[in-house]
Structures are given as C-alpha cells and as structure tokens.
C-alpha cells in the first residue's frame, strides 16, 4: 500500500523560513494536500493540489511537489504557525495521510 | 457559510456500538462526498473512508471494513458512522470532513467527536 512519510519535528525561528517535507513513491504524479492541526482543534486545509492555498490562508504559505517529495514552505514563520502538519494525497481512490510533522517555533 | 456539526462525545464498554452523527449546513448536501477520519490520542490522522452522499455507496480504506457503517438521511443534511463491536484502541477522535468529488480536496472539517471505548 502507499506510504507517506514526514520528519517527525521540525523546529524554526520566528520570522525564518519553515519546510517540511513529505515523501512517496513519484508523488510528483498525485497531488498532495496539506493541513494544519493546532492542539485541540481539527485540520484546517492550507494547501491543495500541491501549491494553491485556499482562501483565508497566509502567502507565506507556500507549497511544491517534484520527483518523490512535496514540501510546504512557510516564509517569515510566526508563533502562531507552531502546530503539527499533515500532508495527504489519494490512491486508487483512497486518502493517505503522512504520520504527520510537529513545527516548534522558538 | 459552510459548517459540519457532530455529535457530542460518547463513552462505551467493549464490544457496544456507538452511532456518530455530521450535520452540514451552508452548502448543497449531495453535491459532496463525506470522509471519516480518525485520530487516536496523541497520533496521526487516519482515513476511514468516505460515502457518496448522493448515491450512499461507501468506500473503506483497509482495515476498516466490517465493523464500520456509513449512512447519510439526506433529508436533515446529516451523515453518520456507525460503530460496532468496540474495541479499546477503537478510542479516538472522530471527524467528518467534506470533500469535493471532482477535485478531491478535503476542505472543511467538522469539529470531532472523542469516542473513548473503557470498561
């Protein structure tokens, strides 16, 4: 079955640049999706078909996807980006998530 | 404005059911499918499956087939999972979340529903 795999944590400084990465076998040939989960709240889209953001979310929110990996990108990270990120796509009709990655902002 | 209402949390012994409900508003009922996703305490997300709200067909990731039903009552906008024989490790958050069918993007979630299984 397809895999997604993520970093488990990844930590950055306010105001500097976060990436996190997501992994498959030629994902570049699916889309990927990405969410945000803060503590005790449910996944909010901030990235669809590999780098569109929905509405309401921040252009520092930035997306790609290229050979075997997609990346969410956020320039100029602030406190309020800290929280855990999944990324998702689709196969044979049903949805993979990635295990997830918990972005510490300090 | 779109929204996705559950059911309030649910507590059961092992091996009772326990019936989730998702209330939407806001947007046309059958013109989306619904997923379920679940996620354990302090683990990733984990899709369930989804239901065609218009035609009621299911579709279930591995490991979720037998136990777990989906319906939906097209006539109050709601959809519902249904789960029997529980299981300890069958304690987690459950949420409904929209998807568009054509572009398969998840876009709104409902707020969860904690079903904790404990005897």
């Known amino acids: 079955s397809y895999e997604l795999t993520q970093p488990p944590s990844v930590s950055v400084s306010p105001g500097q640049t976060a990436s996190i990465s997501c992994s498959g076998d030629?994902?570049?040939?699916?889309?990927t999706f990405w969410y945000q989960q803060r503590p005790g709240q449910s996944p909010l889209l901030v990235m669809y078909q590999d780098d569109k953001r929905p509405s309401g979310i921040p252009e520092r929110f930035s997306g790609s996807n290229s050979g075997n990996s997609a990346t969410l990108t956020i320039s100029g990270t602030q406190p309020m980006d800290a929280a855990d990120y999944y990324c998702q796509t689709w196969d044979s009709g049903t949805a993979i998530f990635g295990g997830g990655t918990s972005l510490t902002v300090l | 404005q779109v929204q996705l209402v559950q059911s309030g949390s649910e507590l059961r012994k092992p091996g009772a059911s326990v019936k989730v409900s998702c209330k939407a508003s806001g947007y046309t009922f059958t013109s989306h499918v619904m997923s379920w996703v679940r996620q354990a305490p302090g683990q990733g997300l984990e899709w369930i499956g989804w239901i065609n709200v218009n035609t009621g067909t299911p579709t279930f990731a591995q490991g979720f087939t037998g136990r777990f039903v989906f319906s939906v009552d097209t006539s109050v906008a709601t959809a519902y999972l249904q789960i029997s024989s529980l299981k300890t490790e069958d304690t987690a958050v459950y949420y409904c979340a929209r998807v568009t069918d054509t572009a398969m993007i998840t876009d709104y979630w409902g707020q969860g529903t904690l079903v904790t299984v404990s005897s």
């Open positions: 030629k994902l570049e040939k699916k889309y």
